[in-house]
């Protein structure tokens, strides 16, 4: 995820000694600010890109947040990154990375309403 990518989906890879699950709750607080209130739902994993790389990928529910924020990013940096709440049943418009168009075919299906 960098600022200057387009809009993208909160992402990262698995460090050593990390279970997938492990790595999403990282990756999401390092780079969102977000913690996990509820437990993680696996929606499956799905290999994304030209290169064909394994992306897992998970949903939880949260309640009390802002629809907008902006959060510095502990591992990127110092860069500060602006969040929004994309609606589930709406496509993502051109603004969004290529490979964000694929994983979100694949996930947006599975999460549940």
């Known amino acids: 995820m960098h600022p200057s990518a387009g809009k993208q989906f909160v992402k990262g890879t698995i460090e050593t000694g990390e279970t997938p699950v492990e790595a999403a709750e990282r990756e999401l607080r ?12 696996y929606l499956g994993q799905h290999q994304i890109g030209a290169d064909r790389q394994l992306w897992h990928f998970f949903h939880f529910r949260s309640s009390g947040l802002p629809d907008t924020w ?3 990013a502990e591992d990127d940096h110092g860069h500060t990154f602006s ?3 994309h609606p589930i049943d709406l496509p993502l418009d051109r603004d969004w990375h290529p490979l964000f168009h694929e994983a979100f075919e694949f996930f947006a299906p599975l999460v549940p309403h």
């Open 30 to 41: 390092e780079e969102s600010g977000l913690t996990i209130q509820s437990p993680l739902m």
């Open 70 to 72: 902006q959060h510095k």
């Open 83 to 85: 969040f929004f709440w």
